[in-house]
């Protein structure tokens, strides 16, 4: 019981102070700026790839047995995911401006599901608003990333802690023990994409194991500025390190029901990242400007 409040008051203070912070007016805090290797890797260059890459236009319906009639709700919802994909992807970088027009033309809607949309990300801290001027993407900012680093160690670490009490869904537990060996090409940026995928699909089904939607609602939140992080590093060539053996650890941890190694293992493991990243932010040979 203790543990349980313990992590809910931390979320408590950790969602205060973020959703508190407003990029535009904070001083004091450094922006993070992945600037991009000077070889026909230019930011329209990326935006036009990752487009051809989806095999789509946004306006494409890729629900099953619905017709081009689709509710409001349902509109807004294929708007807000297709955006906030884009925004994750890096097809909008950070500090780019939100145009309702532009976005409601792009994804074949109106501009009320657009501003919906634009509202939904404003909350999950992927846009911010500008008084007077409108929405803009985001930036990373050095303290930013270090509370979501403390925030991911403490929350996923006690849904590893959970999960190694509670598991009873085998089928997910030897799913996250594939998922753990998943590997990459170094340069190879659609292998390292599909890692990504499965690395986001590796940690929220841990917080699956523990059988609490709240905590399978947070590692999934969290999961889109880490997604982000990911994909701006290797749009500068940087493909970081496989964890496999890391993610190997956890799953053992929590299959022999061991919580204080499960735990321990994920808090090793999330701030063994954070190092690496915040090398990547401060200036390390991957060519982050800051």
């Known amino acids: 019981m203790m543990y349980v409040k313990s992590i809910q008051i931390y979320i408590s203070v950790v969602y205060q102070c973020c959703s508190s912070l407003d990029c535009s007016e904070a001083k ?17 260059l990326n935006r036009e790839r990752r487009i051809l890459k989806s095999g789509r236009t946004h306006g494409d319906s890729r629900r099953t047995g619905q017709g081009p009639e689709s509710s409001n709700t349902t509109l807004a919802e294929r708007v807000y995911q297709q955006l906030k994909t884009d925004i994750i992807h890096g097809v909008f970088q950070p500090g780019e401006a939100m145009n309702e027009k532009v976005l409601a033309a792009r994804y074949k809607g109106s501009r009320t599901p657009v501003r919906e949309a634009i509202m ?17 993407v985001s930036h990373l900012i050095i303290h930013e990333l270090n509370e979501m680093y403390e ?29 753990a060996r998943t590997q990459y090409k170094t340069e190879d ?3 390292y994409e599909h890692f990504i995928e499965a690395d986001t699909e590796f940690h929220v089904g841990i917080a699956r194991l523990t059988r609490n939607r709240l905590l399978v609602r947070a590692v999934t939140d969290v999961r889109c500025q880490m997604e982000r992080i990911m994909f701006a590093a290797i749009d500068i060539g940087y493909y970081g390190e496989l964890p496999a053996r890391e993610h190997t650890d956890i799953v053992e941890a929590i299959r022999r029901r061991d919580p204080h190694a499960a735990r321990q293992s994920m808090d090793d ?15 390390s040979p991957a060519q982050l400007a800051i």
């Not at 993070?32 to 329209?44: G, L």
């Not at 959970?162 to 799913?175: E, G, M, P, Q, S």
């Open 28 to 44: 004091g805090f450094t922006s993070i700026h992945f600037s991009r290797v000077p070889v026909a890797n230019t930011r329209s």
């Open 269 to 283: 493991h999330i701030v063994g990242s954070k190092e690496k990243v915040m090398r990547l932010a401060v200036g």
């Open 189 to 191: 940026r659609n292998s």
């Open 120 to 136: 939904r990300l404003q909350q999950e801290m992927l846009l911010r608003l500008v008084p007077q001027k409108g929405y803009f």
């Open 151 to 179: 925030y991911r160690a403490e929350l996923e670490g006690f849904c590893a802690e959970v999960a190694a009490k509670r598991w009873a869904d085998t089928a997910l537990l030897d799913r996250l023990t594939e998922l």
